[in-house]
């Protein structure tokens, strides 16, 4: 197995619910609790969920974006949520985000030019006007922009291109580390296969690790080798991905994967729909036990909803493939479940 470039251990973020005249903390919301998993160096790692399962939150943490509750998130050994301002500064330019919204991220008043050249900036490198001009109009070609359109301003681009500018400026510092969120989800679908294949290429040829984050199950079996599944703030269910695509062992990752659309009218009538009953939980007051228990198919009274599972490998034949079930689904179950690729 690969090394591990990134380690999260027991990673909390709680937000507090103010409330009163007064506005004191009456309660908090359980955004990501708990969540452990390493991220091996070279690898994709997929993040996937339902929306306000926790995976943006989950992002800024692994970057410090956002301070942790509790918990850790080593970078090649070291422990990022206790460094100071100082000590996190040089570990800034080993790990970058390319944000979900290519509208908002880029600065509307500077132009592109000077948004990708902003990370030598901040660090210091390039000192020389020329030399840094010349390095982003090869980063731009790199991406895909025409190095020409350098002094261009952002609203001069459409949704892609502005996504494209987002990448540049993340591998502008040749990082280690890149966590994507969502990159595609606010471009159109023609436009979408050509950042996941710009990530790609990226990746092969800079030697990136690429967190992803996604709700799209396609876009994730398209993109990563491996696969970690969220529900309300909680991993379920860790793996390789062709393994977890082929078999999945949590219940909820079989409803999710029974409904990925699939093409073909006689590969999606082989495949058996499941379909999930009931609400999401509020993430202020999740139940106790399985916070999946309220939904699951496979709920049994006084076990489920009474004891939290743990994350285990519990198939010798698979291992790596971890779970958080009682009662997991079996090699039929979950093949029924999951889609078959077109």
């Known amino acids: 197995m690969a090394e591990a470039l990134m380690e999260v251990r027991d990673l909390v973020k709680e937000f507090p619910i103010h409330g009163g005249v007064l506005g004191r903390p009456v309660g908090a919301v359980h955004a990501v609790d708990g969540v452990s ?13 339902e929306s306000g399962c926790g995976k943006t939150t989950t992002a800024r943490l692994l970057l410090r974006l956002l301070e942790p509750t509790s918990g850790s998130v080593a970078f090649e050994g070291r422990d990022i949520a206790t460094l100071s301002r100082r000590e996190l500064k040089p570990l800034r330019r080993e790990m970058q985000m390319i944000f979900q919204d290519p509208y908002s991220s880029l600065n509307p008043r500077k ?48 949704g892609g291109q502005r996504q494209r500018i987002g990448v540049a400026r993340a591998i502008a510092l040749k990082p280690k580390l890149i966590v994507a969120d969502e990159p595609v989800s606010a471009l159109d679908v023609s436009i979408q296969a050509q950042i996941l294949n710009l990530l790609r290429s990226l990746q092969r040829d800079l030697d990136l690790t690429l967190v992803l984050i996604a709700h799209d199950l396609s876009v994730v079996r398209h993109m990563c080798d491996r696969v970690a599944v969220m529900y309300l703030g909680k991993v379920v269910e860790v793996g390789d991905a062709a393994e977890l695509y082929a078999r999945p062992r949590h219940p909820y990752t079989g409803a999710l994967l029974s409904a990925v659309p699939v093409a073909d009218p006689r590969l999606a009538r082989a495949a058996r729909r499941q379909i999930l009953t009931g609400e999401v939980p509020s993430p202020s007051s999740p139940p106790p036990g399985c916070r999946f228990h309220t939904r699951c198919p496979k709920f049994v009274a006084g076990h489920c909803d009474v004891d939290e599972p743990l994350l285990t490998d519990g198939d010798p034949a698979h291992p790596g493939h971890l779970a958080a079930c009682h009662y997991p689904l079996g090699d039929d179950e979950g093949a029924a479940t999951a889609r078959p690729a077109a």
Do not use: C
Not at 37 to 49: A, C, P, S
């Open 37 to 49: 998993f390493d991220v091996l160096r070279g690898e994709t790692l997929g993040i996937v969920g």
């Open 111 to 158: 132009t592109i030019g000077s948004i990708i050249a902003e990370p030598f900036v901040v660090h210091g490198v390039e000192r020389d006007a020329s030399a840094r001009k010349r390095h982003v109009q090869e980063l731009m070609d790199l991406v895909g922009l025409n190095p020409e359109h350098y002094n261009r301003y952002p609203h001069e681009f459409s």
